[in-house]
C-alpha cells in the first residue's frame, strides 16, 4: 500500500511505504527513507511553502499530529492527550492543520489546529452513530470537504472553516465505502476512492470488487486497484495516486496514463535466537500452576479452583482435596454466602450448567432446567437466594446475563447480549450487579476500554462508571473485576497488571480515589466475606493482601501431576501413509510406536516378527498422516462456554496441535497442564498469555498496556508462566513490541502479531494474519486483498511466516453428510451447530469467491516464494472450532495443491514453532501424533475430515471413544 503527497512545486513526491516515509524524484527513481522503524507515520501533508510535513503518527501510543522537515529531521509533536487524531491536512494559507479526531467523545469530528499558537477548534458536531473524517480544504480556504459514515449512506460534505451553517451534501453514495476525498486546484471538482457500490458495466463477475477512483461522482477507473488514500492534484486535469503497486500519473482530458517507476530498498538484520525446548519425554511429578478462578470461601480460610480439569478446595495451609472426579469440564467456581456450598459450571449433561454442591454431604444438583445456552461466570447474592451467570448467545463474543432463583430455578434476563463481559457481581443488597464491559472510544473504530456498568435487576437500570480515565481494566477475562467486597463499601479490578481497590456506595459508584494495593502482578481477585483480604494470583502463585495494602503473603499449593505417557509398543499397518515430506503417499507401511514416539516406518512385515508383547493397529484400508495443526485459535475464548466437547471433537476431525494466538494465561495453563496429564481429551495446546495490547483494546482476553511499566510487569508475567507463543496486538507502539519481541526470544517464545513491517526487521517470527490494524487499513494488502511484489518478497525474504486463516463458511456444503456426522451431532453445542448449519445452506457469489480466490492464492505466491504459510481459522472468531478442514478446502480451491495445503497444517507449524525434529512428519523420532483416514487427501483434500481414528502422544483413540461421555446427550438432533 502507497500513500502519497506532493511537494508545492511538484518536484518531490513523498509517500507513505511499509510504514515509513520516503522522498523521490517527481520523475521517479530511487527513493530515499526519511523515517525509522518507530516513527509509524501516516497520511503525510506538504505544507504550502514546502519547508514541513505533517503527518499522524502512533509514537506515544495514540494517535497525534506530528511535523517535520522534508528530510526528517526536527520532529516535533503538535497534539497530545488520550485521543485518536488522524488524517491531518494543511490549509491553502499554511496557517491552519485540519485533522480528525474523536476528542468529541463517541464520534470523529474534523478540528482546525492554528500551526502558530497550538489552539484547537471544533468545526464539525456528528451527531450520535456517525462520523466525520479525511477532511479536505478548499482551494480558497474557505471550507473543509471531509467523508460523513452516516447510516446507510456514505456522504461528501463541506463545511465552512467557522464551523456555521448546515454542511451541505457535496456526493452521495448509498453503498460501498467512500475514501478520501481531495479538491482541485480551482474547486470545481473533487477527487475520491469508491471501494464497492455497484460494480462497473464492464466487471466481470468472476473478477474481485476494485476499488475506484472517482472525479465528481464520475468513475475514472475500473480496471485498477485503486489505493484508498488522497489523490493528489497536479493541476485541475492531472492526478497522481497509487493503484496496482505503482504510483499513477493520469491526464483526466487525454485519459493518458503514465507510471512513475521508482525502487525502494530496505534492509534488516534479524538476529536468530535458541528456540526453547518442550520435554515430550517427562515423567517426574510437576507442579501445578494452571489455577483457573480461584476464590476465597465466605469464612476466609478455603480457596476453591479447577485445575486438571477437576474441581478442588484447599484449607489455606493443608492439601487440596478434590471435589470431583469425572472426564466433563469444570469452570469458574463460586461459593454460597453461607461457605456450605460450593457452586461451578460442567457440561455433564448438556451444555455448560451450573450445579452446586453441599460441601458436608457432597450431594448436587442441577440449578436450572433445559436451556440452550451456557452458564458460566456465577456469582451468589448476599442474600443466598439469586445466583447471576454469563451465557453465550453466539459464540462469537456476544453474552447475556442472567439471574436465578436458587430454590426454584426460574430464570429472568437482566442484561441484554454485551460483547464479551465480565463476570458479574452483587451488591451488598443482593440487587445491583456490577461487572466490567466494554465501551468503544468511537463508532468509527472498534478499539475501547472496559469501564465499570452496573444494574439494578429490579428496574434494569443501568450506570456506567469510569474512575480510571484514560485507562482501563486489564483484560476482562481472569476475574480482574470489579469485584464489589461483600460489605459493600469498595471494589477491587486491575489497571496495569495491578490490584487497586475503589470506594464505592451502595450502588456502585465512586465516593473517592481508587487506591493501588500491589505492585505486582494480580489476577483472578476475590475476596474474603469479612471485606479485610483479597486472594489473587501472582506469577503462577496463590497470593493474599490486606485490604489496605503492606505485603503480599504466598499461599502455599501442594499440588502435582504426571504425564501421561503410554508404555508398549504398539505396531500400526498403514494401507498407505502421507509422512509430511513426499508429495506422494507409500502403500503398505508399517509404523511402530513404542511409548509416546516414532521408533520405526518400514514396509509391512508379518505381526509375529514383532513379538508377541506388541499392539496391532489395523489402518490396511485407511491413509496415515500427520496429525493437523489449527496453527490460530483462541481456545479460552469460548472454552468456558463450549467444555470438553471441544477438544474431542478438534482430535475427531484429525487436529492434535492448537497453537494459541492469545487467551486468558491461567485458563490456557490449566488446559495446557490437564491435556499432559491426560484429565482432559484435547489436542496439545502451543499455548498464548493475552496478547499484549495497547490502552485501548477490544476483546475481553486482550491485556491493555497504558505505559512502560505496564508492559514490563506483563513481560515478568511471561516468563513465570512460561507460554509457548507470544502475541501481540494492533495498539501497541512499535519499539514496545520489538521490546516484548527481544524478551520472548531470550525465553526462546515465537512471536506473532498482525503486522509485516517494522515486525520483520525486529524480528517477529511470524505474520498471525492480515486482519485488523490501527490505522484502520492494511499495509501488506491492498482494499482488494491483494498482496504485491513488497509483501511477497518479505515474506520470502525474511522467513518470516504468514497464517492464511481465510476461510468461507459456505465451503462446509462441500461435505456431504457432515450435519449427520455423529461428530457434529454430539461434539457441537447448539449454537456452533446452528452456525455450522447456515454455513452449509449458504452460498458464496462469484465477485466473493474471487475475492477469496485472490487473497488465497497470493498466499500460495509467498509459499512457491520460499515462505511460509500456516494454516488456521482464528477460531472461534472465523469458521468456529468446525472451520479447519472446510478452510483447507478453500485453500486448494482458491490456489493450493492438497500437498502444499496439507504441509500448512503439519510440518510448516513445526518448523516456526521449533519442533520439526518432534512433529508434524511420520519418521522414525518423531512423537506418534497420527490421523487415520479413509481416502487420499492429496488427491482429494475432503478426505482429510474421514478421520476414523486419531492417535495423540502415543494414544490411539476411535471416533467413538471421543464421543463417548456425551453421546447420549441429544444437543442438535
Avoid at 702 to 723: G, H, V, Y
Avoid at 789 to 812: F, K, N, P, Y
Wanted: glycine share 10%.
Amino acid at each position: 500500500m502507497i500513500q502519497l503527497t506532493v511537494s508545492p512545486n511538484h518536484d518531490t513526491i513523498m509517500m507513505n511505504l511499509l510504514g515509513m516515509l520516503w522522498t523521490l524524484p517527481a520523475s521517479g527513481g530511487e527513493a530515499t527513507k526519511i523515517t525509522g522503524l518507530d516513527t509509524d507515520p501516516a497520511y503525510p501533508s506538504w505544507s504550502p511553502l514546502g519547508d514541513d510535513i505533517v503527518f499522524q503518527s502512533y509514537m506515544d501510543g495514540r494517535y497525534h499530529i506530528w511535523m517535520m522537515k522534508p528530510d526528517g529531521s526536527q520532529l516535533r509533536q503538535l497534539t497530545s492527550g488520550g485521543w485518536d487524531d488522524r488524517e491531518p491536512v494543511y490549509s491553502p494559507d499554511g496557517r491552519q492543520i485540519a485533522f480528525s479526531s474523536d476528542r468529541d467523545g463517541g464520534e470523529y469530528n474534523i478540528w482546525i489546529l492554528e500551526v502558530g499558537g497550538g489552539k484547537l477548534r471544533q468545526v464539525t458536531q456528528a451527531a450520535t452513530g456517525v462520523s466525520n473524517y479525511y477532511p479536505t480544504w478548499s482551494p480558497d480556504g474557505t471550507e473543509i470537504a471531509y467523508v460523513e459514515n452516516a447510516p446507510g449512506t456514505q456522504l461528501i460534505k463541506a463545511v465552512s472553516v467557522s464551523g456555521q451553517g448546515v454542511p451541505r451534501v457535496l456526493y452521495a453514495h448509498t453503498s460501498g465505502m467512500v475514501y478520501s476525498p481531495t479538491w482541485s486546484p480551482d474547486g470545481a471538482s473533487i477527487a475520491y476512492v469508491l471501494q464497492g457500490g455497484p460494480p462497473p458495466d464492464d466487471h466481470h463477475p468472476d473478477k474481485p470488487a476494485l476499488p475506484r477512483l472517482l472525479v465528481n461522482g464520475a468513475p475514472l477507473t475500473s480496471k485498477e486497484d485503486v489505493f484508498t488514500f488522497p489523490p493528489q492534484w497536479l493541476d485541475n486535469h492531472t492526478l497522481l495516486y497509487a493503484s496496482d503497486g505503482k504510483i499513477r500519473r493520469r491526464d483526466l482530458s487525454s485519459g493518458d496514463l503514465q507510471t512513475v517507476a521508482f525502487t525502494a530498498a530496505v534492509s534488516f538484520h534479524r538476529a536468530s535466537y535458541k528456540k526453547q525446548k518442550f520435554n515430550f519425554d517427562k515423567e517426574d511429578p510437576q507442579a501445578v500452576k494452571g489455577v483457573a478462578n480461584p476464590v476465597l470461601s465466605p469464612d476466609g480460610t478455603t480457596v476453591a479452583f479447577v485445575a486438571l480439569n477437576e474441581l478442588w478446595t484447599m484449607k489455606i495451609g493443608k492439601k487440596p482435596v478434590k471435589v470431583t472426579d469425572d472426564v466433563y469440564y469444570k469452570a469458574t467456581p463460586f461459593w454460597s454466602p453461607d461457605g456450605r456450598s460450593l457452586a461451578y459450571s460442567s457440561d455433564k449433561n448438556g451444555p455448560e450448567a451450573i450445579y452446586i454442591r453441599d460441601l458436608a454431604t457432597g450431594q448436587e444438583r442441577k440449578l436450572t432446567g433445559p436451556f440452550s445456552g451456557a452458564q458460566v461466570r456465577g456469582a451468589w447474592s448476599p442474600d443466598g437466594n439469586k445466583i447471576a451467570f454469563v451465557s453465550a448467545t453466539t459464540g462469537l463474543g456476544d453474552a447475556a446475563t442472567y439471574v436465578v432463583d436458587v430454590a426454584t430455578g426460574e430464570m429472568r434476563q437482566v442484561l441484554t447480549p454485551l460483547f464479551e463481559p465480565g463476570r458479574p457481581s452483587w451488591g451488598p443488597d443482593s440487587n445491583i450487579l456490577a461487572l466490567a464491559a466494554y465501551q468503544p472510544y468511537s463508532n468509527r473504530f472498534r478499539e475501547g476500554h472496559s469501564l465499570i456498568l452496573t444494574v439494578d435487576v429490579t428496574t434494569g437500570a443501568r450506570e456506567w462508571h469510569n474512575p480510571y480515565p484514560w485507562n482501563t481494566i486489564s483484560n476482562r477475562k481472569g476475574d480482574l473485576g470489579p469485584v464489589w467486597s461483600p460489605d459493600g463499601r469498595y471494589m477491587a479490578y486491575v489497571l496495569d497488571g495491578v490490584l487497586w481497590v475503589l470506594p464505592v456506595d451502595s450502588h456502585g459508584r465512586p465516593v473517592g480515589e481508587q487506591r493501588q494495593v500491589t505492585e505486582e502482578n494480580a489476577d483472578a481477585v476475590s475476596w474474603s466475606g469479612d471485606s479485610s483480604t483479597l486472594l489473587y494470583l501472582c506469577d503462577g502463585r496463590l497470593r493474599q493482601v490486606e485490604r489496605s495494602g503492606g505485603a503480599p503473603r504466598t499461599v502455599p499449593l501442594d499440588l502435582t501431576w504426571k504425564p501421561a505417557k503410554p508404555t508398549g509398543v504398539q505396531v500400526i499397518n498403514a494401507g498407505t501413509l502421507w509422512d509430511g515430506q513426499s508429495a506422494n503417499l507409500r502403500n503398505n507401511v508399517d509404523i511402530v510406536v513404542e511409548g509416546n514416539r516414532i521408533v520405526d516406518v518400514r514396509e509391512h512385515q508379518p505381526n509375529h516378527r514383532y513379538g508377541n508383547s506388541a499392539t496391532f493397529v489395523d489402518a490396511s484400508a485407511l491413509t496415515v498422516m500427520p496429525g493437523l495443526w489449527e496453527a490460530h485459535g483462541h481456545e479460552q475464548l469460548d472454552q468456558p462456554y463450549v467444555g470438553g466437547r471441544k477438544g474431542r471433537f478438534m482430535l475427531a476431525m484429525g487436529i492434535t496441535s492448537v497453537m494459541g494466538m492469545g487467551d486468558p494465561a491461567y485458563e490456557a495453563l490449566e488446559q495446557s497442564e490437564s491435556e499432559q496429564a491426560g484429565s482432559r481429551l484435547t489436542p496439545r495446546y502451543f499455548w498464548a498469555a493475552e496478547s499484549i495490547d495497547g490502552e485501548r483494546v477490544n476483546y475481553d482476553f486482550m491485556r491493555a498496556t497504558a505505559n512502560e511499566k505496564s508492559l514490563d510487569r506483563q513481560l515478568e508475567r511471561i516468563k513465570a508462566l512460561r507460554p509457548s507463543i507470544l502475541k501481540t496486538y494492533v495498539r501497541l507502539r512499535n519499539d514496545w513490541q520489538a521490546k516484548a519481541i527481544e524478551a520472548c526470544h531470550e525465553l526462546g517464545m515465537p512471536s506473532f502479531s498482525h503486522y509485516v513491517w517494522p515486525a520483520a526487521a525486529n524480528g517477529q517470527d511470524s505474520c498471525s494474519h492480515y486482519a485488523t490494524q490501527r490505522l484502520g487499513y492494511q499495509l501488506p494488502v491492498s482494499a482488494a486483498n491483494k498482496a504485491y511484489d513488497d509483501t511477497i518478497q518479505l515474506h520470502a525474504q525474511s522467513h518470516m511466516a504468514v497464517e492464511l486463516t481465510r476461510g468461507d463458511g459456505s465451503l462446509v456444503g462441500t461435505y456431504p453428510g457432515i450435519m449427520a456426522d455423529p461428530r457434529t451431532l454430539k461434539l457441537l453445542n447448539p449454537w456452533q451447530y446452528n452456525a455450522m448449519r447456515n454455513h452449509y445452506n449458504s452460498t458464496l457469489s462469484p465477485t466473493a469467491e474471487a475475492s477469496l480466490r485472490q487473497f488465497v492464492s497470493d498466499h500460495a505466491r509467498i509459499l512457491r516464494a520460499g515462505g511460509t504459510v500456516l494454516g488456521g481459522t482464528d477460531e472461534p472468531l472465523g469458521l468456529n472450532v468446525w472451520g479447519l478442514q472446510p478452510t483447507l478446502a478453500g485453500f486448494t480451491r482458491w490456489g493450493f495443491t492438497p500437498y502444499e495445503a496439507l504441509r500448512t497444517v503439519t510440518t510448516l507449524p513445526a518448523k516456526v514453532m521449533g519442533l520439526e525434529s518432534e512433529l508434524g512428519t511420520v519418521q522414525r523420532g518423531r512423537l506418534a501424533d497420527l490421523s487415520f483416514v479413509r481416502g487420499n487427501p492429496l488427491q482429494d483434500i475432503h478426505h482429510a475430515a474421514n478421520v476414523a481414528m486419531v492417535m495423540k502422544d502415543g494414544h490411539l483413540y476411535t471416533v467413538d471413544q471421543l464421543i463417548a461421555p456425551y453421546a447420549n446427550v441429544d444437543l442438535n438432533g
